[in-house]
Structure formats: C-alpha cells, structure tokens
C-alpha cells in the first residue's frame, strides 16, 4: 500500500489492526456520547440561531469523516459551544431574516471553514496554531462562556433579548425583565439547579448505592436526557406552550438532507473572515484536546492530518445540512473516559444520532427550549476560568494585559473582535518578548570550564574581554536591540580588547541579524576592538560562510567559550562577584 495512503487515510491504519475486542469498547464509548451528545446538539445549535434539526445534522456524517481521515483514538467531534456562538456572530453581521438564508449562510460557512482547514492541512500549517498563545486563547473561551450564558438568559426567563456583546445583553434583559414568564422561569431554573446537582452530586449518590462505577457514569451523563424527557412531558401534560413556554415545535424527521453552499461570491467574501477565525479557534482546541487525551495513552496526533480531518468533518456537515464543528472538550473527555480505542468510536456515534433523527425527533416536539437553555449554561459555565488572570499576573505581566485585553475586548465588543485581537496579541507578544532577548555578560566559574552571568554567580572576569551570551535567536525584530547593548557597553570602556558573542542559544540568523552584526563588527573595528564568535551552531555556522561577514571578521570563531577565555584572557584576570 502506498504510505502516503497511510499518511492521508488513517482509518487503514488502526483498521487493519480492529478486533472484535475493540469494538465492544469502541460500541460502549458511542453509546455513552450520545446520550450525552443529543440534547448538545440541539441546545448547540439553538445557540448557533438555527433550527435544532441542524445540530443534528451536524454530528452524524462529520464524525464519519474525521473517523476516516482523523488521527486522534479518542476525539469526538462535532458541534461546540465556542463555534456555535462565533457562527451566530458571523451569520448574525449579515443581517439575514428569513431562516432559510440563515441555515444556507451557516451551511455555507461550514464549507469555507472545511475547505480553509483542508487546504492548511494539505499545505502542512498545522504550526500556524503556535501562534495562539495559550493564555489568550483560555481568556477568550472564558469570555466566550460568559457570553454564552448570558445569552441563555432570555430562553430561562422567557422574554426577548438581543446583543452583540455582554453590556447589550444585560441591557436587552433588565428592559424586558417585567415580561419574564413564570412557568419558564420554573422549568429553566429547576433544570439548570437539577443538572448542576448531577454533575457534582448524583455519581457519589449512585456509587453509595452500590451500583458499578461504569453503570453510575452511563447515568450521569445521561442526566440531560433525563431533564429532556421531564420537561417534555411536563410541557405537553400541562399544555404549558399555551401559557407561553417557548417549546421546539418540529423538528423534521428522517436522514440528512443533501445540501450545497451558497456560491454567491458576496456571501463568501462576508463570512471568509469569520470562517478563518471559526477554524483557527476551533482547530487550537480540537488539537489541545487531542494531545492531552493521546499523551494519557502514550499514543500521538499528527497536527496536519488533524487539520484534514477537521476540514473534511465540516466539508460533511456543508453537504448534510449542518453547521461548522470541532472537537469539543467536554464529549472528548467523556469519549476518552468511556474507553474508546479507535475514532470508529465516532462513526458508531453517528449511527446513534441518525437512529435518533429518524425515530426520536417527533418526540421532541413539546421540548421547552428553557431546557436546551439549561444545557447550554450548565455546560459552558465549566469554561468559564478567572483564575488564568492571576496565573498569568504572578507569572508574567505582559500575558496577564494579553488575556486582561482579551476578555474585556470579547465582553464589551463581541466575539469576532475579541478572537481577532487574541490572534493580534499573540502575535504582538511573540514579537514583543524576542524583540528583547536576553542577554547576558558572562565569566568563567573558577575551578570549572563553565560559564555564568556576572549578576548571579561569583565569576572570573577580565578587564580587557568582554563576553556576551545571546539567549536568543537573531531576527530582524531584535537585531537592533543587540547594536545597541553592545554600544552603551563598550563605549567608554578603554581597557576593552576583545568582545566575544557567545551563541549557544542562537539557532537563526536572518539577513537582518546579519546587516546587524556587519554593523558591529565595523564599529567595533573603529574602535579598536576585535570582534569573536563562540559555540556557534552548524546551521548558523553554515548560514554565515555563505556571506562575507567572517572573512571581513578581525577576530576568530571558537568551538568553545572556554578556548575562547583561554586564547584572549591574561593572568591578572580577576573574581568578579554577584551583585
């Protein structure tokens, strides 16, 4: 078999090798998912502003497709609540009102997001995500969690609410407070205490019991569907639609329907943006979630692949009527927990929800959204993490203002705007902290060939050797800062001889770095100052001899600092201690 077939198609590898012993854990795994997996989906897609159908939709074929060309064991994929709130936004700017156009918008938007995905994939840009810093990124999912729940609200309260951000979802809700309807108030929050209680309280309650850990776990996930099937009844027992609880209405019944993006180019060019951002964020937690859960196994994802794998998993849900997807955190976990040994684990859950989308949906009829509502909340609220922002102040001042900024701008100004400056930032970091390396003047530990910054260790220094480790590598954004350290510090010195760049941390040179260091090579010459090189690494080592920087050099290249010390220090050399 051709190995790029392999590399491409990673169901031939692991489904070469399936047993019958597998597809028991596999079969259980699936079963467990969706339970857990139907009433997200419908609560997921409520978010998203489309008709719950399509979050059905949207996690039977995707998941078929990420079993076929996904590579972790235990992801599980499809609709989530960080892209369900981002494709409301997204779909939202369009200022669409018929549904119809909605769901074709959203369908369209899957397929750029799938067809985004798969071309980085194809390209190998799975490093693009190293971008992302991960503290921006948990400051964004916090705010998107607060958002989301606030935005939930309304569906408890049973009144009309709108808003792009926090300040005008508060504001919508506190005006149209005195039109709250008591019996969803009710039901949203009986649902929301009742499915707080069966994440924390009701696997002990079961184990007391003595019921066997795996059996108690089936049935506390399955608590949403317990609320679902509650509510339902209560709502159609005391006809409680006809004293104005929000209910679900139809939900068509039957197999996906075959669709098609929209191929309108203004369409396309509306929602590219919001389709790049969808995927990104989306790809950064699917494969966060994937290394964990593969680490735990001592197994590995191949970024790339998964990048075709997500692609292809949203590419299915344009051509079946859903919306885009990710692998979500929560289901992984459960995925993971539950002992699934190969993505067919996936596949066996799309077999659980289609079964659902062809017997269950009539049934759903009475379903009071306040109940999806619940869901969405309890769910999300999980996300919501603050104590990133004193992680971040104890430990760097610069990512706390990153993801400080990120919240704020996502609370006060949306989501597309607070994802889009968490992308900036991340950026903005990188190029901020290697801007300003680290370096540092170093001399020789006495009794040793070691070597080590003259402000915390009790070093041996000479007065007429000056050596300065750069800690990191040399691009055209911190080029300029090396010229200049090394201005301010041999200006003035007259004893200064040698000056020795020591490069053990330097692992690229850019033409930039070069012109910089061209720069000082004459000014030192001026000078009367000889310019060294030591522990310079091959590749940089190559890079150099391919210009005229060390022909024009008026000093050497040492293998080793300490050959460097040794050829240049004279014997008067003297202790210098830390300050």
């Keep these: 078999m051709p190995p790029f077939l392999r590399r491409y198609l990673p169901v031939l590898d692991w489904g070469s090798q399936y047993s019958r012993q597998t597809f028991e854990s596999d079969a259980l795994a699936a079963v467990i998912v969706t339970i857990m997996l139907i009433p997200q989906s419908l609560a997921y897609a409520l978010l998203a502003g489309l008709p719950a159908e399509m979050g059905l939709y949207a996690s039977i074929l995707p998941l078929v497709a990420y079993a076929i060309f996904g590579t972790s064991r235990a992801l599980a994929v499809g609709p989530v609540a960080v892209v369900s709130l981002m494709t409301a936004a997204a779909v939202g700017n369009l200022g669409l009102t018929d549904p119809g156009a909605i769901a074709l918008a959203a369908i369209t938007l899957a397929f750029l997001s799938g067809v985004f995905l798969t071309a980085m994939g194809l390209m190998r840009l799975g490093f693009i995500a190293n971008f992302l810093s991960h503290p921006v990124i948990a400051g964004f999912i916090t705010a998107s969690g607060i958002l989301i729940a606030t935005s939930q609200l309304k569906h408890i309260l049973g009144v009309k609410a709108s808003g792009h951000n926090l300040i005008e979802t508060v504001e919508s809700l506190l005006s149209n407070l005195g039109q709250t309807n008591l019996w969803t108030l009710i039901i949203g929050v009986a649902t929301t205490a009742f499915l707080f209680w069966v994440r924390k309280g009701l696997k002990p309650l079961l184990l007391g019991y003595g019921l066997k850990p795996r059996l108690a776990d089936v049935l506390t996930k399955a608590g949403p569907v317990a609320a679902v099937v509650a509510t339902t009844l209560l709502a159609w027992a005391f006809g409680l639609a006809d004293r104005g609880v929000a209910i679900v209405g139809d939900v068509p019944r039957g197999l996906p329907p075959l669709t098609a993006p929209s191929f309108d180019m203004e369409i396309w060019v509306a929602l590219f943006g919001s389709a790049v951002l969808i995927s990104i964020i989306g790809f950064v937690e699917s494969v966060s979630v994937a290394q964990t859960l593969a680490a735990k196994r001592r197994q590995r994802i191949d970024p790339d692949q998964e990048l075709i794998g997500l692609g292809?998993?949203?590419?299915?849900?344009?051509?079946?009527?859903?919306?885009?997807?990710?692998?979500?955190?929560?289901?992984?976990?459960?995925?993971?927990?539950?002992?699934?040994?190969?993505?067919?684990?996936?596949?066996?859950?799309?077999?659980?929800?289609?079964?659902?989308?062809?017997?269950?949906?009539?049934?759903?009829?009475?379903?009071?959204?306040?109940?999806?509502?619940?869901?969405?909340?309890?769910?999300?609220?999980?996300?919501?993490?603050?104590?990133?922002?004193?992680?971040?102040?104890?430990?760097?001042?610069?990512?706390?203002?990153?993801?400080?900024?990120?919240?704020?701008?996502?609370?006060?100004?949306?989501?597309?705007?607070?994802?889009?400056?968490?992308?900036?930032?991340?950026?903005?970091?990188?190029?901020?902290?290697?801007?300003?390396?680290?370096?540092?003047?170093?001399?020789?530990?006495?009794?040793?060939?070691?070597?080590?910054?003259?402000?915390?260790?009790?070093?041996?220094?000479?007065?007429?050797?000056?050596?300065?480790?750069?800690?990191?590598?040399?691009?055209?954004?911190?080029?300029?800062?090396?010229?200049?350290?090394?201005?301010?510090?041999?200006?003035?010195?007259?004893?200064?001889?040698?000056?020795?760049?020591?490069?053990?941390?330097?692992?690229?040179?850019?033409?930039?770095?070069?012109?910089?260091?061209?720069?000082?090579?004459?000014?030192?010459?001026?000078?009367?100052?000889?310019?060294?090189?030591?522990?310079?690494?091959?590749?940089?080592?190559?890079?150099?001899?391919?210009?005229?920087?060390?022909?024009?050099?008026?000093?050497?290249?040492?293998?080793?600092?300490?050959?460097?010390?040794?050829?240049?220090?004279?014997?008067?050399?003297?202790?210098?201690?830390?300050?």
Excluded at 378 to 386: P, W
């Design 312 to 579: 292809t998993s949203n590419i299915a849900a344009s051509l079946t009527g859903g919306y885009p997807v990710t692998g979500g955190f929560a289901r992984s976990v459960v995925n993971f927990d539950a002992g699934a040994e190969t993505p067919a684990a996936g596949a066996f859950t799309a077999i659980g929800i289609l079964l659902a989308a062809l017997l269950l949906t009539p049934l759903l009829y009475f379903l009071p959204t306040a109940t999806l509502a619940a869901t969405i909340i309890v769910a999300v609220l999980s996300l919501v993490d603050f104590s990133i922002l004193k992680r971040a102040w104890a430990f760097s001042r610069a990512d706390f203002f990153a993801v400080a900024t990120t919240i704020l701008l996502t609370l006060g100004m949306g989501v597309e705007v607070g994802v889009s400056a968490g992308v900036v930032l991340s950026i903005f970091l990188h190029l901020y902290k290697t801007s300003r390396p680290h370096i540092a003047e170093i001399g020789l530990v006495p009794g040793t060939h070691h070597f080590r910054n003259i402000l915390r260790h009790k070093v041996t220094t000479d007065p007429k050797v000056l050596t300065l480790r750069v800690d990191e590598s040399l691009y055209f954004a911190n080029a300029r800062f090396l010229e200049d350290y090394i201005y301010d510090r041999v200006v003035g010195d007259c004893e200064l001889e040698h000056v020795i760049l020591n490069f053990p941390a330097v692992n690229e040179v850019d033409l930039s770095a070069l012109e910089s260091l061209e720069a000082i090579l004459q000014r030192l010459k001026d000078m009367n100052i000889h310019l060294h090189l030591s522990e310079v690494k091959g590749p940089v080592m190559d890079r150099l001899q391919r210009s005229h920087f060390l022909d024009e050099m008026n000093g050497r290249v040492f293998l080793s600092q300490y050959d460097a010390w040794m050829a240049l220090s004279r014997d008067e050399a003297s202790p210098q201690a830390a300050e």
